[in-house]
């Protein structure tokens, strides 16, 4: 038996090339609590510094490409961190990551809608 070849897919388009993301492995869920600590332990300090600031900031990012390139390599893929930062901003590659983590959790339209329209038609 091989496990996970029943797991929807989320086409993403970025540029020229379409990521066919099918697993959003542990290793992100794990940094994505990592990337939302960052948050909560920096609303402790009342009055932040510019360093502090920008320290949080920087610490955030890496973690954003962490995630990414995990999320990269468990589906198959190289990850090239120069091609994407010459390709995306940062909210595009947290698009990418809500995308890929939310494929699961969002439910199909398209079933939706049969479901939906099925109601309607007894």
Same mark, same amino acid.
């Given at each position: 038996?091989?496990i996970?070849?029943?797991?929807?897919?989320a086409? &993403?388009?970025?540029?020229?090339?379409?990521?066919?993301?099918?697993?959003?492995? &542990?290793?992100?869920? #794990?940094?994505?609590?990592?990337?939302d600590?960052?948050? +909560?332990?920096?609303?402790?300090?009342?009055?932040?510094?510019?360093d502090?600031?920008?320290?949080? *900031?920087?610490? @955030?990012?890496?973690? @954003?490409?962490?995630?990414?390139?995990?999320?990269?390599?468990? *589906?198959?893929?190289?990850?090239?961190?120069?091609?994407?930062e010459?390709?995306?901003?940062?909210?595009? &590659?947290?698009?990418?990551?809500?995308? #890929?983590? #939310?494929?699961?959790?969002?439910?199909?339209?398209?079933?939706? +809608?049969?479901?939906? @329209?099925?109601?309607?038609?007894?």
């Amino acid at each position: 038996m091989k496990i996970g070849l029943n797991r929807k897919i989320a086409n &993403i388009e970025v540029c020229d090339k379409i990521f066919k993301i099918g697993i959003f492995p &542990i290793a992100c869920e #794990s940094l994505i609590v990592k990337h939302d600590m960052l948050d +909560k332990e920096f609303e402790k300090i009342k009055e932040p510094t510019v360093d502090e600031l920008n320290g949080k *900031n920087e610490a @955030q990012y890496e973690l @954003q490409f962490e995630i990414l390139e995990n999320l990269l390599i468990a *589906n198959g893929y190289e990850f090239d961190r120069k091609w994407w930062e010459t390709h995306l901003d940062v909210l595009g &590659i947290l698009e990418f990551i809500i995308t #890929s983590k #939310s494929k699961d959790v969002v439910p199909d339209t398209l079933k939706k +809608k049969e479901v939906i @329209q099925g109601h309607l038609e007894t």
